[in-house]
């Protein structure tokens, strides 16, 4: 079975350091010559999205809303830059 990799993306934010990171972490994955197969939303992480395991490059700040938080039992996070606010 093919590992799907995914990436965090910041639809609602202003902030363009978010975009910069999600651009890195696209970046990583593509130099190593794998796809994307999920863009998943920061504050949407704890929905099953698929039934697939997700490794997840998972970078940034993170939550607006910490209802949003852990993510769903199919992804497997790996933080590379990591930022949790109250």
């Not at 990583?28 to 697939?52: A, T």
């Given at each position: 079975?093919?590992?799907?990799?995914?990436?965090?993306?910041?639809?609602?934010?202003?902030?363009?350091?978010?975009?910069?990171?999600?651009?890195?972490?696209f970046r990583l994955i593509k130099d190593l010559n794998y796809s994307i197969d999920y863009m998943i939303d920061r504050e949407h992480l704890n929905?099953?999205?698929?039934?697939?395991?997700?490794?997840?490059?998972?970078?940034?700040?993170?939550?607006?809303?910490?209802?949003?938080?852990?993510?769903?039992?199919?992804?497997?996070?790996?933080?590379?830059?990591?930022?949790?606010?109250?």
């Amino acid at each position: 079975m093919k590992v799907k990799k995914g990436i965090i993306v910041h639809p609602n934010s202003q902030n363009y350091g978010d975009d910069i990171q999600s651009l890195a972490a696209f970046r990583l994955i593509k130099d190593l010559n794998y796809s994307i197969d999920y863009m998943i939303d920061r504050e949407h992480l704890n929905k099953k999205i698929s039934d697939e395991k997700i490794k997840l490059v998972a970078n940034g700040w993170f939550m607006e809303n910490p209802n949003n938080w852990p993510p769903a039992n199919n992804i497997d996070p790996l933080f590379i830059s990591f930022h949790l606010n109250p």
